[in-house]
């Protein structure tokens, strides 16, 4: 499995430069196209005819789901590979990132595949978290075709996820494994297994555990079992302190599996903007193994988290764009769909101590300005007052 990082690193890079040929990029007719297309989906999605484009949204990096309803997508029709769009990024100091938009539906036909951007970016997220563990302990809580059922929606699945995990204090859920002393852990759920297209969801959950005494393995089991509402639920262990095995099993619980809409579209509809990739507990420790490849796989992981690769500052994105206007960019290949872009100089920032004299001087200004104004608002009163004087006296000298 490191090979397959390391493959996928230098991988990353020659896509990169493929995706910037002309041959690849479409051309201006098609760039059009796109864009009538994306402000068309955006007029759909916002409700506004004419409506600008929203800032980076769900809705803009999945466009190629045109037609979608809670209950069904039968309606879908993807308009053209992914990547039809992209959006640029700046941080504060200049630092400019481009990111091609991946609609990272398990079922697109790009997408879905094992190793794709999707799903290197996937991967990404979570293998700085697994460097950080010693020995990784892997759970598979399966649910028995009876209850299947009743986890047809989003927020009964996030629901599950949480009793399973680290629970919910605002809604009162306890979790199962951080009620048990597992304090953090990666979560994600696969909704077919490996060889069938029957509908069969089961959570993958990563924690930093060893050897678990069989004890408290049944307790797990009988608690898991006890939140479905079943006698008996199926829960497999594993763990290891390989670390091929340990990138290998980031790689499998990271890639998808709901590979083809059809094989249930009510739940490819059920599932939209599902948040399948959670965590729990502090991962701020320090790395215990290496992964070659990681230092390419290092801004990727910055970037997915809206952090600049190269400052650490956060990083603003734009407006979604037709993948053509890339062309004619400098560009350099960061991977997973990343692009670094020329650096815009950083704006003039006056120096603090400069700062400070001028707030001072702006102070005393508004202070004079105060005391004119109240000087003015006295005199201008004592000449009302007086040219009412003045006129009482002289109404009394023509009346008398």
């Known amino acids: 499995m490191i090979s397959w990082l390391h493959h996928v690193g230098e991988g990353l890079g020659s896509f990169a430069v493929c995706r910037g040929a002309e041959a690849v990029l479409p051309g201006p007719d098609q760039s059009f196209r796109e864009e009538a297309v994306l402000q068309a989906h955006l007029r759909q999605t916002s409700g506004v005819p004419g409506a600008a484009p929203p800032h980076y949204l769900d809705a803009v990096a999945n466009v190629v789901q045109l037609i979608s309803t809670v209950d069904t997508i039968s309606g879908i029709e993807l308009l053209d590979k992914c990547p039809g769009y992209f959006i640029v990024g700046e941080c504060k100091n200049g630092h400019r990132w481009a990111k091609e938009l991946y609609c990272g539906r398990e079922w697109c036909p790009v997408c879905g595949e094992d190793d794709s951007m999707a799903h290197v970016r996937r991967f990404a997220r979570w293998v700085g978290k697994g460097q950080q563990v010693v020995s990784m302990g892997y759970f598979v809580f399966t649910l028995p075709e009876e209850v299947r059922g009743r986890y047809r929606s989003k927020a009964k699945l996030n629901e599950l ?51 678990i005494p069989q004890g408290q393995l049944d307790a797990i089991r009988a608690a898991w079992a006890g939140i479905l509402g079943v006698p008996d639920a199926v829960v497999n262990y594993s763990f290891t302190t390989i670390v091929p095995k340990m990138v290998h099993i980031l790689k499998y619980v990271t890639r998808a599996t709901f590979r083809n809409y059809k094989w249930d579209e009510k739940m490819a509809g059920a599932l939209y903007n599902f948040r399948n990739m959670r965590s729990w507990g502090k991962w701020d420790g320090p790395v215990v193994w290496a992964v070659e490849g990681k230092a390419q796989l290092e801004p990727i992981a910055k970037l997915e ?22 062309q004619g960019e400098v560009l350099v290949p960061v991977g997973a769909g990343y692009w670094r872009m020329a650096d815009i100089p950083p ?54």
Request: proline share 2%; with cysteine; charged share 30%.
């Open 161 to 211: 996820t949480k009793q399973v995990t680290c629970g919910d204090k605002s809604r009162r859920i306890e979790g199962l494994l951080k009620s048990m002393g597992f304090d953090r852990g990666l979560a994600r759920w696969h909704w077919f297994g490996d060889k069938s297209t029957k509908w069969h969801p089961h959570l993958n959950v990563i924690v930093e555990a060893g050897f």
């Open 347 to 400: 704006r003039f920032e006056l120096p603090d101590d400069v700062k400070s004299r001028l707030y001072l001087m702006k102070l005393a200004h508004l202070a004079e300005v105060r005391v004119l104004t109240h000087k003015v608002r006295v005199d201008l009163e004592e000449k009302r007052g007086n040219d009412a004087e003045y006129q009482a006296a002289l109404w009394r000298d023509l009346l008398n």
């Open 305 to 326: 988290s809206g952090l600049c690769p190269q400052c650490g500052e956060v990083v603003k994105w734009g407006h979604a764009q037709g993948i053509a206007r890339l």
